[in-house]
């Protein structure tokens, strides 16, 4: 058991050493994309508001998020663009994510908001 946790430590290790510069920016832009989403979805969009107006609060937040986290950490243009389709692309991927997480976990998924 100690053997598959070094290996996969080290395993770990080389992937965080050897990979593109652009990787980590693009993580950390897709992870806070979903957290300021989440975050807007609770806490500032009214509960009677529609689906449309929810769905487009929750893109437009999640295209801001993903370009300013990576203006942030890598100002270059190839990165803004990266971050900013990353951050396009993260309500699908957490939409995903939840239904992936149901179908393994079906009370985790009571947990996650759609």
């Known amino acids: ?6 290996s996969s430590w080290d ?20 992870a806070g994309s979903i957290t300021f989403t989440q975050i807007v979805k609770k806490l ?18 999640a295209i ?10 890598m100002p270059t ?7 900013t389709i990353v951050g396009a692309a993260s309500p699908f991927i957490y939409y995903v994510g939840v239904r992936v997480i149901g179908l393994k976990w079906p009370v985790m998924r009571k947990w996650l908001s759609q």
Not at 11 to 30: C, D, E, I, K, R
Not at 44 to 61: E, F, H, N, Y
Not at 77 to 83: M, N, Q, R, T
Request: hydrophobic share 60%.
């Open 44 to 61: 500032v969009i009214p509960p009677g508001c529609s689906d449309l107006a929810t769905k487009r609060w929750c893109q437009a937040v």
């Open 77 to 83: 243009v190839a990165a803004l663009v990266a971050g």
């Open 11 to 30: 395993l770990l290790v080389h992937m965080a050493t050897t990979s593109p510069a652009g990787l980590w920016p693009m993580l950390l832009a897709l």
């Open 64 to 73: 801001l998020s993903g370009f300013t986290i990576t203006a942030l950490v």
């Open 1 to 6: 058991m100690i053997d598959l946790i070094r």
